[in-house]
């Protein structure tokens, strides 16, 4: 089995949370089986989640800011500012990413989405044309872990929650991930984890390990990478009317 690069993108302010444990096992796993590990743990290190201005150092038009216009500069520039560069990086390096979050809200934490939207930026994880099956990452891997306040009765179709892949986590995999070509495993839930007991959280603990050491035992293709997304579209494509 050939060595992985796994970045994991965690996202939880207590660093005694059961999410910690869960990131500290699947992160011990995955190194004892000699793979490398990275995590951006995005409170820790401050990220902000707010897009603006302050994502580049130069400037596409500085007359009116428009996201697209100025991702698009950075990326034909290199001029993302410093925070975003260094989570490309990490994204880049990856062949298999793994989240680890609650569920707050029916969803992610607003920090993952304002990670995605501000890292996984046009021109990086996307381009006119590229997406889903021509995805600038297919041949790559990406794995959702998170808790739950709510237990198994919650989830499913007509049920209080909804169901975990087509309601709860569709904007992060579907809209995300799926989107810039990753092959997602499937999601890994600690149900009802402010309320299991230590042989509970144990088994959790224990079904993570297996089920991350699995998903980096798997093949990746990384020549199916788009290394430059935007030498494959005119400057400005996303402004055509379609």
Known sequence: MAAKTVLIVYAHPEPASFNAALRDRAR?????AGHRVVVSDLYAEGFNPLAGRHDFTSVADPAIFHYQTEQ?????HNTFAPDIAREQKRVADADLILFQFPLWWGGPP?????????VLAYGFGYADGLRYDTGVFRGRRAMV???SGGTTARFGAGNAYGDLQSQVLWQLQHL???YMGY???EPFVAYGAPRTDDAGRQAYLDELEQRV?????????RSLTVTNPLDLVLDGAWKQQR
């Open 28 to 32: 011990a796993a995955l190194e004892r």
């Open 72 to 76: 698009a500069h950075a990326a034909r």
């Open 110 to 118: 607003a920090i993952i989405k304002g990670w995605g939207e501000r």
């Open 145 to 147: 872990s998170m808790t």
């Open 176 to 178: 995300g991930l799926e």
């Open 183 to 185: 092959q997602l495993e």
């Open 213 to 221: 050491l699995a998903a980096a035992a798997k093949p990746v293709d």
